[in-house]
């Protein structure tokens, strides 16, 4: 069984159907994502940032008009309440992507897009 993918690709794995392609899931995302109030970022896989809203870009200082890159994520610096960096495996979103599991209330320090923390 995959566990480690969106709920509605569950579902459907449990439910003995196909699980929902990347494009299909998407266009949900899409939808609502660029309405949240807050940053949102989606990840596939690979890692590679494929939808984010405009909170995310003002969070991380990015040029609304500049998407990320889809290989960025594995750039970016962000710390441990220990001040220790994060390395790419331990993410919030990159855990909860490989183990399928929702994290709640870790929290991290960002080292924005501009340098500043």
Not at 61 to 76: H, I, K, N, V
Not at 87 to 92: C, Q
Request: glycine share 6%; aromatic share 6%.
């Amino acid at each position: 069984m995959m566990e480690r993918s969106g709920g509605a690709e569950r579902r459907a794995v449990r439910e003995g159907a196909a699980p929902v392609p990347l494009p299909a899931a998407l266009a949900h995302f899409e939808a609502v994502i660029p309405h949240l109030p807050l940053a949102a970022l989606v990840i596939d896989a690979d890692r590679r940032i494929v939808l984010h809203n405009e909170r995310a870009a003002a969070v991380w200082r990015l040029p609304s008009a500049t998407p990320f890159a889809e290989d960025e994520l594995g750039s970016w610096v962000a710390f441990h309440q220990d001040g220790r960096p994060y390395e790419i495996d331990e993410w919030p979103l990159v855990r909860t992507v490989a183990e399928g599991v929702a994290l709640e209330g870790e929290e991290l320090e960002i080292l924005r897009l501009d340098g500043v923390e």
